[in-house]
């Protein structure tokens, strides 16, 4: 597929795209100043005309800091909804999507009647990771702010909650067959978590046990074997 010059002004960004993550665009605007835009937007037409940006929205912001008045843009084919978010994850390949990020398109998939499978098989990814990543969604907020800010990875953060199988108060997405305890007094690890942080006046306090990295440390530290609970 050839890129194309479009002009700024034709561009749409994407609804269903999730929720803008534009910290270090100035830092792109200035590469956008000396190079160019190096790699194309892919985007779809609009029934309103114009074109929807599917991938490229940092891209595209940066330009416009940097005074662009068209950018280069490979146009893709896709009529639905649920074809444009297939095609989201598949581009974010190119342009990372958070793990959140990408949990949240797949929950939109999921809310169109697509499989699993289906997701994993169009879209580039494991069905183990696209399992993990609504599992996500499903963790309280504080723990998902943990995951977005870097403090806890998505994959500890999902591992704690398989080890656990009892109450939770999960939100949507998943309908997993039992509900994990996650990072509350009742989990397994608590008590281990609440003897070793000592970061509860500096650090946001998770279950009101400790520190999401002393949460990390100890889970992590179970799984290798290295602590009895
Ligand atoms: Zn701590």
């Known amino acids: 597929m050839n890129a194309r010059m479009v002009p700024m002004n034709a561009l749409y960004p994407n609804p269903d795209n999730p929720p803008s993550r534009l910290r270090g665009i100035e830092d792109l605007a200035e590469s956008i100043k000396l190079y160019g835009v190096l790699q194309p937007l892919i985007v779809t037409p609009r ?13 595209y912001a940066a330009a416009d ?17 649920t074809d444009q978010l297939l095609l989201i994850l598949a581009a974010g390949l190119g ?11 797949m929950r939109d998939l999921r809310a169109d009647g697509v499989k699993f499978t289906d997701i994993a098989r169009r879209t580039g990814r494991s069905l183990s990771t696209v399992r993990e990543r609504l599992q996500l969604l499903d963790t309280p907020s504080e723990v998902q702010d943990m995951v977005a800010g870097g403090t806890l990875t998505a994959a500890a953060a999902v591992e704690l909650a398989r080890q656990t199988a009892t109450t939770g108060s999960g939100t949507v997405a998943t309908r997993a067959p039992a509900r994990p305890a996650w990072f509350t007094k009742s989990h397994p690890m608590a008590r281990l978590v609440r003897e070793t942080c000592t970061h509860r006046d500096t650090r946001k306090v998770v279950g009101g046990v400790g520190c999401g990295q002393c949460w990390q440390d100890v889970i992590v530290a179970d799984a290798r074997g290295e602590v009895r609970a």
């Open 95 to 105: 342009e990372r999507l958070t793990p959140l990020e990408e949990a949240q398109v």
């Open 47 to 59: 029934q309103r005309g114009g074109l929807t940006i599917i991938d490229g929205r940092r891209r």
């Open 65 to 81: 800091l940097a005074g662009r008045q068209a950018v280069p843009c490979v146009a893709a084919k896709a009529a639905t909804r």
